[in-house]
């Protein structure tokens, strides 16, 4: 392709990120019959970020009746780049979108102030820019249409004896970016608009106007009626042109971050503007002309306000927001006016802000104009595992994962997050015996006996009334786990290694933890112990590997636990199986259940109670429309693969096992068995060093 072409492409795809009119101008009368036509193009701020929720699309789960919000689930406008995961953020989704609606619908969480509070690395932040960055792209589309206006022919306004308008200033844009109806005076007129814009408007809520111009606009208006002797009609022809705004936070239009500065050095012109001095010669020091609406409350305007770690300003300072959550209006320093804003007032804290203010007498106001929304780490360890996966897929790294090497990092991660299962006496689960392992195993879904016999949501109530906040606000972060792992690559990378273990990784949190800022010198000795209890569980799930890879296929073992379910599922039903051989009805095989059940300790005593819980695991599965794979009910497997162990292991030379070379290993069944189970080839030699030795000790002892 020459040149040229390349260039012609590189221009269409710019012209065509660009909305149909975003460089054409309206008429104000164009604007009232749109409105009215369209009247989603005049919604207010909570309105259309309540919409672009739903826009992008979302599902709702069956059992618990949540939404998933496909923002966030599968991120449409990245194409899954940035995915967030774990049942609590999307609880957290849901509140947040309920604020939304409730906003838009004019209640009264409109006049607070939303304020994210969690731990660092809770993607608080990385959420928040996912929101603003979905509100540009949505305002660029049709469905999140939104206008504003400009005055134009100012310098109309001067004569021979005196200029009014500063001659460089002929058109200026409305300077906090308003819905053109506010140019509407107040009367039966606008009533009858807006009656006709909600007439035409199939939404939960209604499109209303009560804000005022800003100073500026009323100044242009006021002269320019002068001037046509009261005539609106020739004002509104004359002086106003209607355009397409979209939010755009790199030009501060509808999308305003404010990051706070040095306490002593803080300025609230950082918040609602401030004079120019080179407009003060001009227009005069009392002039709204002369104002600059910079601030990010300004900028905001139409759209979303984001405050980033609001909690670190003084206590007075903060009183600013006041009037803008539960007013919807600030007020500008000097003899300025106020000035109505129309914004969705987002804030975000850590956890060691949020403990200084929490006794802060001083903050009872700003505390009951705010709603905190808690956004607690993720506590499912395979949803945590993801996130390491989603940044390493998002890199250029090709270092081979090894499997479990994910998982059991964001199993250490989450039990550090956890309150150790210790419940109070008269409590519902106060005769709970379970280990912080196990909780963490439970919280993630795994197949546990305490699953049937104890409600999970009591479990995580009685822990978050333990906890100061609630749980997973405190324990390790994702991104110190994230560093970790890349740590292990470019130290295995730096040896001629292509492939990183779970040991690998073990290691280097562990040299890596004493120097960290963000973990208590007290916490460690906890997060040792628990370090070692996950070495234990990867221990168990390599050992089993390599049971799997020299002895038994996957086939065989999904064969030999189904039948283990057909069986226990006619025992329970109290009813008979047709012999595969002979076709005549049989009743249960007692025999091959208990040979199953033996492996995994079950007495006879237990039989008839886990042979219930395999039939309500199965039912759980049939609820939930998930396949019914044996090899998924942890007890279960374990049971099936320790008999196929017992049915092959005098068929395996374990002394060849810990005596054979690596020449003799590299091209052995077992490594390509353990490769087509996910691990590279050196990964498969080392976890057969490492996995494979222990079993043929034990088997030989």
């Known amino acids: 392709m020459g040149e040229s072409g390349l260039m012609d492409r590189i221009n269409q795809e710019y012209r065509d990120s660009i909305p149909e009119d975003m460089n054409k101008t309206h008429s ?3 604007y009232i019959e749109e409105a009215i036509q369209n009247p989603e193009i005049s919604r207010s701020a909570y309105q259309r970020v309540s919409d672009m929720f739903e826009e992008y699309g979302k599902k709702e789960e069956i059992v618990t009746g949540r939404d998933l919000y496909n923002m966030v689930t599968e991120d449409p406008l990245d194409d899954g780049k940035n995915v967030f995961y774990g049942d609590e953020f999307h609880n957290f989704v849901n509140k947040y979108v309920d604020i939304l609606d409730n906003g838009a619908q004019d209640m009264e969480l409109k006049k607070k102030l939303i304020l994210l509070a969690g731990p660092v690395g809770a993607a608080k932040s990385h959420f928040d820019r996912r929101v603003r960055e979905y509100f ?38 409305s300077p906090m970016n308003q819905d053109p109806l506010v140019l509407l005076p107040n009367g039966n007129m606008k009533k009858d608009v807006l009656n006709q814009m909600n007439e035409n408007l199939e939404e939960s809520y209604s499109i209303k106007m009560d ?19 009261g005539d609106l009609r020739k004002v509104l022809e004359n002086h106003i042109e209607v355009e397409r705004l979209v939010a755009d936070e790199n030009r501060k239009q509808a999308i305003a971050t404010f990051v706070p500065q040095d306490p002593k050095n803080q300025d609230e012109s950082e918040l609602t503007g401030e004079f120019m001095v080179s407009k003060k010669e001009f227009y005069g020091p009392g002039d709204p002309r002369a104002f600059s609406y910079s601030g990010a409350f300004c900028n905001a305007n139409r759209g979303i306000f984001s405050g980033e770690e609001l909690l670190k300003l003084q206590t007075e300072f903060l ?13 500008p320093r000097g003899n300025n006016p106020k000035v109505d804003i129309d914004t969705v007032i987002v804030g975000r804290t850590n956890m060691p802000e949020l403990k200084e203010k929490a006794d802060d007498d001083k903050m009872e106001a700003f505390n009951s104009r705010t709603l905190r929304i808690d956004v607690p780490y993720i506590l499912e360890y395979e949803e945590e595992a993801q996130i390491y996966e989603r940044s390493l897929e998002n890199s250029d790294n090709n270092t081979h994962i090894e499997p479990h090497t994910l998982d059991m990092a964001g199993l250490f991660a989450v039990m550090s997050r956890l309150e150790k299962p210790d419940f109070p006496e008269g409590s519902d689960l106060e005769n709970l015996d379970i280990s912080l392992l196990e909780k963490a195993k439970l919280y993630n879904g795994d197949d546990l006996d305490i699953r049937d016999k104890y409600d999970l949501r009591k ?53 890596e933890m004493p120097n960290k800022g963000t973990i208590n010198d007290e916490d460690l000795p906890d997060y040792i112990q628990n370090l070692d209890l996950v070495k234990q569980e990867y221990t168990h799930r390599a050992e089993n590997d390599v049971r799997r890879a020299i002895a038994y296929d996957e086939d065989e073992i999904k064969d030999l636990g189904g039948k283990y379910l057909d069986e226990v599922t006619a025992y329970i039903d109290d009813t008979t199986l047709k012999d595969e051989f ?6 249960p095989d007692e025999s091959f259940m208990r040979e199953i059940e033996t492996k995994i300790e079950i007495s006879k005593d237990m039989k008839d109670s886990f042979r219930r819980e395999i039939s309500n695991w199965i039912a759980r599965r049939a609820r ?8 998924e009910n942890e007890n279960l497997r374990q049971a099936v693969e320790k008999k196929a162990w017992q049915d092959k292991k005098h068929n395996i030379n374990f002394s060849a096992l810990v005596k054979q070379s690596d020449d003799e290993i590299e091209d052995s069944e077992w490594i390509q068995n353990l490769k087509e189970m996910g691990y590279s080839q050196g990964g498969a030699k080392e976890v057969l060093n490492f996995a494979g030795a222990k079993i043929a000790q034990e088997e030989m002892d």
């Open 319 to 331: 009183y600013d927001f006041l009037h803008a959550t539960e007013e919807r209006w600030i007020q």
């Open 582 to 587: 002979t076709e005549k009805e049989r009743v």
């Open 136 to 173: 540009e792209d949505y305002t660029s589309r049709d469905e999140g249409r939104m206008y504003t206006f400009k005055w134009t022919n100012l310098t109309e306004l001067n004569t021979r004896k005196r200029k009014i308008q500063d001659p460089r200033e002929d058109e200026v844009v």
């Open 211 to 229: 804000q005022n111009m800003d100073p500026v606009s009323a100044f242009y208006k006021e002269k320019l009626l002068e001037r046509y002797d």
């Open 459 to 511: 479990i995580k109530d009685e822990s978050d009334e333990k906890a100061e906040f609630i749980e997973g606000m405190e324990g390790i972060s994702p991104r110190f786990i994230n560093e970790a792992i890349n740590y292990a690559i470019m130290s295995n990378n730096r040896r001629g290694k292509e492939f990183v273990t779970p040991l690998n990784v073990f290691k280097t949190i562990q040299q």
């Open 624 to 631: 939930s429309n998930k396949s019914l794979d044996p090899t």
């Open 28 to 30: 104000f009368e164009w």
